[in-house]
């Protein structure tokens, strides 16, 4: 019993590990005319090396044969004999490999219907004489085609600058020689490249195209024109240029000729005063008035004239309609489609325009009637990568024309050429505006949506901020006192950013507001003190006198009036005048007795003296007296020795002023002056007698503390002061 097991186990395994070849499937069969018949299968590829047995009942069932095929020839097989038509095929694909055989299911051909013919020879694409818009295509048939049988052609076309192509189907029954196609409604003078294609009647298989053929319509009066206009702003002298734009029109023949251009131009309702211009050029510059214009534009050549094409030109105050509600541009593989709203039904002819937005005036202008559409799309190879481009679209209603909407629009978006100039201004303690200009319009290479300004201080953290596109300052705070910063601005668009260059500022220790404040305190605790001051002398005026003007004693008013005139003529020494004026001892007044009006009278007869003196030469002498460098003085001389109680025995004083003293005196007066005044001096000295000098008595104590000279200033205004005193 083991025996037996052990035996069968080798044999249960092998037949376990078999892998049989896949069941073929998907079985295809195609009859090439008159050169094989072939058959394909799935699967193309197997996991071991297999052998195919193709076999065919031909003949409707009396014949049969088989073709041989490996793995290696990717499940196909040809049959190159005893090939016929009309005939029914049976097609049954057997498989094997090394671990056994497996067949496909019976599939049936009708070999009408399985038929695949050779692409006919085009032999030229050429117009016909006085067919307009039209060519004629000649071909030979293929061949290796059934003789007798009906052939389906396909006919594709397109113009030579176009990618899209045209189809046209048709059948032609067996003919001898060569056949012929004319292909209408094409355009005037317009070069086309054309293909051709065949297949058997009741065949599913279509031959491969024919090789390409070129053919040019012939010519004719041109197509219509395409005319646009731009208006400017009006000039001092009331001109208003227009610039007046044209081309030919969408379907205009790609090889049109053109000799001119007819431009005439009226008042709206006047059309007497019509002017015209001839041109070969596609633009005209126009000077017009404020009113309504009506221009109106042809081309023609040597076939004649194209249809006129007219447009308004509305006047200065006229105000357009506004239909368009929203609009929007979008990218779409290889085109960029731009897609608007209106809230006018009526509206149904739209004329969109586009250009470049540069730093300049654009040098051309695009621009493209659409109807029927809210929708426009142009192809990207069209407008250039990283320019940003102004695209507007007007409503048209009839001959007039609305107020347009415009957006701006990128094909193809980067990163700027250069970042923003930043620079930084109010700088302060804690805060400073970062302010950047915005970048030309030629290197920004995309729309701009934000800006982020970075900020670092000397050795610490990097900060950012991030603003929209329409802010160009910013406006930084919390910053640290007395700081080195370093800032970069970056511009951003969809395709990434570029930063500016890196700037450097330090914050200020102190700010002005801080200068002002302390400024403020200081300068209101002085008008506070001056304020006080002020009420306190409001208040108390006679002790803020008596702290700012201390009150000087009258000598009229002194104790010495009072002295007895005997005692004076009796204590009263002199020792003579010192002739020398240089010492201080001749300016002092010694203490002594004098008689009650001694005083009085010196002080009297002086005062009447200056006051003479000082009428006459007031005019005369004022810059000597008031404003030279040497101003004179009187000194009431008094001598130091005058013993109490002594009697004057000796001789009797002089009383003749010292020639040096009348000198002094009269230093800077006029000689006449000067004599008179001694004159009136000698006569008041003289009428006091040595008794009047000095009286017996002790020393005044108001004389000790009083002011020891009397200076008296020679000035105009001195004669009204004494007159006051006295």
Same mark, same amino acid.
């Given at each position: 019993m083991w025996a037996w097991a052990l035996w069968m186990l080798p044999l249960l395994c092998k037949f376990n590990l078999a892998v049989l070849p896949a069941k073929p499937e998907n079985i295809s069969c195609i009859f090439y005319y008159k050169k094989n018949f072939t058959c394909t299968w799935s699967p193309e590829e197997e996991a071991s090396y297999t052998w195919y047995k193709v076999k065919r009942t031909y003949s409707y069932g009396s014949e049969s044969d088989i073709c041989n095929s490996t793995s290696e020839n990717r499940a196909s097989c040809s049959f190159l004999q005893s090939i016929t038509i009309p005939d029914r095929y049976s097609i049954q694909v057997e498989a094997q490999n090394a671990d056994g055989i497996i067949e496909s299911d019976i599939t049936h051909w009708r070999l009408d219907n399985i038929v695949k013919i050779e692409p006919p020879k085009i032999c030229s694409v050429k117009p016909v004489f006085g067919m307009k818009r039209m060519v004629q295509i000649k071909w030979e048939r293929p061949s290796l085609a059934p003789a007798s049988s009906t052939l389906n052609y396909t006919l594709r076309?397109?113009?030579?600058?176009?990618?899209?192509?045209m189809e046209?189907?048709?059948?032609?029954?067996?003919?001898?020689?060569?056949?012929?196609y004319n292909l209408t409604?094409?355009?005037a003078f317009t070069e086309y490249v054309v293909a051709l294609r065949c297949a058997a009647k009741r065949s599913k298989f279509w031959s491969g195209w024919s090789q390409e053929k070129m053919g040019t319509t012939e010519e004719e009066a041109p197509f219509s024109l395409d005319l646009w206009r731009v208006?400017?702003?009006?000039?001092?002298?009331?001109?208003r240029p227009v610039k007046l734009l044209w081309k030919k029109a969408r379907g205009a023949p790609v090889l049109e000729k053109t000799l001119g251009y007819n431009i005439w131009y009226f008042p709206e309702n006047n059309t007497n005063l019509t002017e015209i211009v001839n041109t070969t050029n596609q633009q005209l510059e126009l000077y017009l008035g404020n009113k309504t214009y009506c221009v109106?534009?042809?081309?023609?050549? /040597?076939?004649? +004239?194209?249809?006129?094409?007219?447009?308004?030109?509305?006047?200065?105050?006229? $105000?357009?309609?506004?239909? #368009?509600?929203?609009?929007?541009?979008?990218?779409?593989?290889?085109?960029?489609?731009?897609?608007?709203?209106?809230s006018t039904p009526e509206v149904d002819t739209?004329?969109?325009?586009?250009?470049?937005?540069?730093?300049?005036?654009?040098?051309?202008?695009?621009?493209?009637?659409?109807?029927?559409?809210?929708?426009?799309?142009?192809?990207?190879?069209?407008?250039?990568?990283?320019w940003c481009y102004n695209i507007s679209v007007y409503p048209m209603l009839g001959d007039r024309v609305g107020e347009p909407y415009s957006i701006q629009a990128y094909v193809k978006e980067g990163i700027p050429s250069v970042g923003p100039i930043a620079k930084a201004e109010n700088i302060g303690v804690k805060t400073v505006t970062i302010t950047w200009k915005e970048i030309p319009k030629s290197q920004r290479n995309g729309c701009i949506s934000n800006y982020t300004i970075f900020y670092q201080a000397e050795d610490g953290k990097e900060f950012s901020k991030t603003v929209n596109s329409s802010i160009l300052q910013y406006g930084l705070d919390s910053l640290t006192r007395k700081t080195s910063y370093t800032v970069q601005v970056m511009a951003s668009t969809s395709a990434g950013g570029t930063n500016s260059a890196r700037i450097n500022f330090k914050t200020l220790s102190i700010s002005v507001f801080e200068i002002c404040l302390i400024t403020s305190l200081v300068g209101g605790g002085l008008l506070i003190l001056i304020f006080l001051t002020v009420a306190y002398g409001l208040k108390k005026p006679n002790k803020l006198k008596h702290l700012c003007w201390p009150d000087v004693p009258n000598p009229a008013n002194s104790s010495i009036a009072a002295w007895h005139e005997d005692d004076f003529k009796d204590k009263l020494h002199l020792d003579g005048f010192?002739?020398?004026?240089?010492?201080?001892?001749?300016? #002092?007044?010694?203490?002594?007795?004098?008689?009650?009006?001694?005083?009085?009278?010196?002080?009297?007869?002086?005062?009447?003296?200056?006051?003479?003196?000082?009428?006459?030469?007031?005019?005369?002498?004022?810059?000597? #007296?008031?404003?030279?460098? $040497?101003? +004179?003085?009187?000194? /009431?001389?008094?001598?130091? /020795?005058?013993?109490?109680?002594?009697?004057?025995?000796?001789?009797?004083?002089?009383? +003749?002023?010292?020639?040096? $003293?009348?000198?002094?005196?009269?230093?800077?007066?006029?000689?006449?002056?000067?004599?008179?005044?001694?004159?009136?001096?000698?006569?008041?000295?003289?009428?006091?007698?040595?008794?009047?000098?000095?009286?017996?008595?002790?020393?005044?104590?108001?004389?000790?503390?009083?002011?020891?000279?009397? +200076?008296?200033?020679?000035?105009? $205004?001195?004669?009204?002061?004494?007159?006051?005193?006295?």
């Open positions: 076309f397109r113009t030579v600058n176009s990618a899209r192509w046209v189907n048709f059948t032609e029954n067996f003919t001898k020689g060569n056949q012929t409604e094409l355009q208006l400017r702003p009006a000039k001092v002298d009331g001109r109106s534009a042809i081309s023609y050549n /040597s076939l004649g +004239e194209s249809p006129v094409a007219t447009l308004r030109i509305p006047a200065i105050d006229e $105000k357009s309609f506004q239909c #368009i509600e929203a609009m929007q541009a979008c990218l779409t593989q290889d085109q960029l489609v731009v897609e608007w709203q209106s739209w004329m969109v325009e586009w250009f470049p937005d540069l730093d300049s005036e654009p040098s051309t202008i695009s621009w493209e009637s659409v109807s029927w559409a809210s929708n426009w799309t142009i192809q990207q190879d069209k407008l250039k990568p990283f010192d002739d020398s004026l240089n010492t201080e001892g001749d300016r #002092i007044l010694k203490p002594c007795s004098a008689p009650r009006d001694f005083i009085d009278k010196l002080v009297v007869n002086f005062e009447n003296f200056l006051e003479e003196v000082s009428t006459e030469e007031s005019g005369k002498d004022q810059e000597n #007296i008031l404003g030279g460098e $040497k101003n +004179e003085y009187v000194t /009431s001389p008094y001598r130091p /020795s005058c013993p109490p109680r002594k009697s004057f025995m000796e001789p009797p004083i002089s009383t +003749e002023i010292p020639a040096r $003293k009348s000198q002094y005196l009269c230093s800077g007066m006029p000689a006449g002056t000067c004599s008179e005044a001694e004159e009136r001096l000698l006569s008041s000295a003289q009428s006091l007698g040595p008794n009047d000098l000095c009286e017996e008595g002790a020393p005044n104590p108001y004389l000790k503390n009083s002011v020891t000279t009397r +200076e008296f200033l020679v000035s105009e $205004k001195l004669p009204d002061q004494t007159k006051r005193e006295v």
